[in-house]
């Protein structure tokens, strides 16, 4: 776990803590979300205690967490399980600030090792955390109107810590292929992006509309970029200019407004990866900077207004809006409650993106429902007909539901796609057997052999199609080889008489 990458990341704690509750629990998903939960609620205490730090406002707390707690732009982060890395990373991340805040005032040497060991695991959950260090500095700058070079100092064992574990995030995202996929990538864009990327996690904040799974680039299904975009620049530009010009003398939003765009630059894009230029769980802990804000104008609202009688409308919005925020969170936990309800939504938004028709087959065909599956699956490869996994899980459904050429056709094609794709030889050999083409068959498993020899799957299933062809001569090598190999002679003997599956 700690000495190589998963799913494109480097996250060893995460996986730590799904194999205890594997350990203990089995694969009951209710375990896995109710850990999710308990992060986030945790998350949620430690949120509003690090505003009460900042703010010295216990409404402002209070307000703040609420919103931490119940808004929809959270149910990505929390309801899948895969994004443990968000909850967890973020739960080691407030712990280490507020370990940072209490180092400043007391200067204990131990409160400095907690925060550096609790920054540390915040890193080994998910490399967002690597501006970490420069939040703390703006902290400081926050609380003393400037930044000392003995607080500085104090930060560089954490800025040091960032630089390694970005370069390390960085080889993870190119281990297996993904490197940027917007297809048309230059500086420019990348410009764009990163400003599109700080009012879109704004808007959707206030209005948490038309929230999905899945934001593809608009090249990639045919679409095009909303005007928004192309504004973004020149309406960052004018939020800044503002700040500037009328607020910053007032250091509480300013801290929250640089919390918001410095925690959000690791996933602004800049250089983009992946087929998503924005996503809800980008935002799980960048919009608390928003929050800050949001809370602090509602707190100077209530000073000003508390005593005249249309206050009450006042708090009537704010009730409202809550309402409608916990209304929109419950509609969005129904989106990823399974999933075929997760990508029929995707599809629905983005009627042309051929991976949500392929992962929405392939959650039908899990749920047995093969037509509707197949559908799906012609659906994506008539949007890109170049991609091998929309062959490969289409030849996997026919050769599941008994369509053996079909399923031929489909593992041929990813071959020819991809020819190092050795999954497809072995379910093309599988194909092969089941349709009684055995030399076929055999010539698949050899092919995979010959660079794997010691896979013993692989040789049981060529062993099975010698047996099947007659070549009796062919087998008794292959059992050998198998003997050799380690597996005991009443299973090849078996195998040998077809009495094993």
């Not at 000003?304 to 009537?316: P, T």
């Not at 050429?405 to 050999?429: C, H, M, W």
Request: charged share 15%; net charge positive.
């Amino acid at each position: 776990m700690f000495t190589s990458y998963s799913v494109n990341h480097y996250h060893p704690l995460v996986l730590c803590s799904y194999a205890i509750e594997y350990k203990l629990f089995g694969l009951s998903p209710y375990y896995f979300h109710l850990t999710n939960i308990l992060l986030h609620s945790l998350n949620v205490f430690f949120i509003s205690l690090l505003t009460q730090y900042i703010s010295k406002n216990i409404l402002i707390a209070l307000f703040v967490g609420l919103v931490f707690g119940i808004h929809p732009l959270r149910v990505e982060s929390v309801a899948w399980i895969a994004e443990r890395k968000d909850v967890l990373s973020t739960f080691f991340m407030l712990l280490s600030f507020l370990c940072y805040i209490r180092f400043r005032s007391s200067k204990k040497s131990l409160l400095y090792l907690a925060t550096l060991l609790l920054f540390f695991c915040s890193l080994l959950s998910k490399a967002m955390a690597v501006t970490l260090p420069l939040l703390f500095l703006l902290y400081d700058y926050y609380e003393d109107g400037k930044i000392t070079k003995e607080q500085v100092i104090n930060v560089l064992p954490l800025l040091a810590l960032s630089l390694i574990f970005g370069i390390i995030a960085i080889f993870a995202q190119y281990s297996s292929g993904a490197s940027p996929k917007d297809p048309s990538f230059n500086i420019i864009k990348s410009i764009f992006l990163v400003s599109y990327n700080i009012i879109f996690y704004c808007l959707k904040f206030f209005v948490p509309l038309n929230l999905v799974p899945m934001h593809p680039y608009p090249e990639i299904v045919g679409e095009s970029y909303p005007l928004l975009f192309w504004l973004s620049p020149l309406v960052v530009g004018i939020i800044v200019y503002v700040l500037y010009r009328y607020f910053r003398s007032q250091r509480f939003i300013v801290f929250g407004f640089l919390f918001y765009v410095l925690s959000l630059l690791p996933v602004s894009q800049f250089i983009p990866v992946g087929k998503a230029y924005v996503a809800d769980r980008f935002s799980y802990v960048p919009l608390f900077g928003i929050m800050l804000i949001v809370g602090y104008a509602l707190s100077k609202l209530w000073e000003s207004y508390r005593n005249r009688q249309w206050i009450w409308i006042i708090i009537g919005l704010i009730f409202g809006t809550f309402v409608y925020w916990g209304i929109g969170t419950r509609q969005q936990i129904d989106v990823w409650k399974t999933s075929t309800s997760l990508w029929s939504r995707v599809v629905q938004m983005s009627p042309r993106f051929a991976e949500g028709y392929c992962n929405l087959g392939t959650a039908l065909a899990e749920e047995g429902k093969a037509d509707d599956a197949l559908a799906n699956f012609n659906i994506a490869i008539s949007f890109d007909p170049f991609d091998e996994e929309f062959y490969y899980n289409r030849g996997l459904l026919y050769l599941n539901t008994g369509n053996f050429d079909k399923a031929i056709e489909d593992f041929s094609s990813v071959i020819t796609l991809n020819p190092q794709n050795v999954f497809a030889y072995v379910l093309r050999g599988d194909a092969y057997t089941k349709s009684g083409s055995y030399e076929n068959a055999i010539s698949d498993y050899e092919y995979i052999l010959q660079y794997f020899p010691a896979v013993i799957d692989v040789r049981i299933k060529k062993l099975r199609a010698l047996v099947a062809s007659g070549n009796a001569k062919a087998a008794l090598v292959e059992k050998n080889k198998l003997l050799s190999l380690g597996v005991s002679a009443d299973s090849v003997s078996a195998i040998m008489l077809g009495n094993s599956k």
